[in-house]
């Protein structure tokens, strides 16, 4: 069975930086796509990034071009997120599958907590 943990989230001040880290384990799961969505206090799932399976290719949603970056080790994803702004305050979930989109055959995490205050 796969499993998706997330680690790293936390409380900082806005302008901070933060990295969270998704590991996804299973006998099923290898070289797959990774992707880290959120979703704000009382908002819809929202698309943060992703990294194809071999690493290569990204996409990143445009409110987090230039200050978040997703990258990957082997079965690992990470999110380096800089210059944070009180917007970017969501639980954070990782996501694992073939579909590039990740809407079909996606394996969740749980989420963690990210708080950025002023």
């Known amino acids: 069975q796969v499993q998706v943990v997330e680690f790293g989230g936390g409380k900082v001040q806005a302008g901070d930086s933060l990295i969270l880290s998704c590991t996804v384990s299973?006998?099923?799961?290898?070289?797959?796509?990774l992707g880290w969505f959120r979703q704000p206090p009382g908002r819809d799932r929202e698309f943060v990034a992703s990294?194809?399976?071999?690493?290569?290719s990204t996409r990143y949603a445009d409110f987090v071009k230039g200050r978040f970056l997703i990258s990957r080790d082997q079965n690992t994803a990470y999110l380096q997120m800089n210059s944070l702004k009180l917007e970017d305050t969501a639980v954070y979930l990782c996501?694992?599958?073939?579909?590039?989109?990740?809407?079909?055959?996606?394996?969740w995490g749980q989420g963690t907590q990210v708080t950025v205050s002023s």
């Open positions: 996501a694992a599958g073939p579909d590039t989109r990740f809407t079909v055959d996606t394996y």
């Open positions: 299973g006998p099923t799961f290898s070289g797959q796509n």
């Open positions: 990294i194809s399976g071999s690493g290569r």
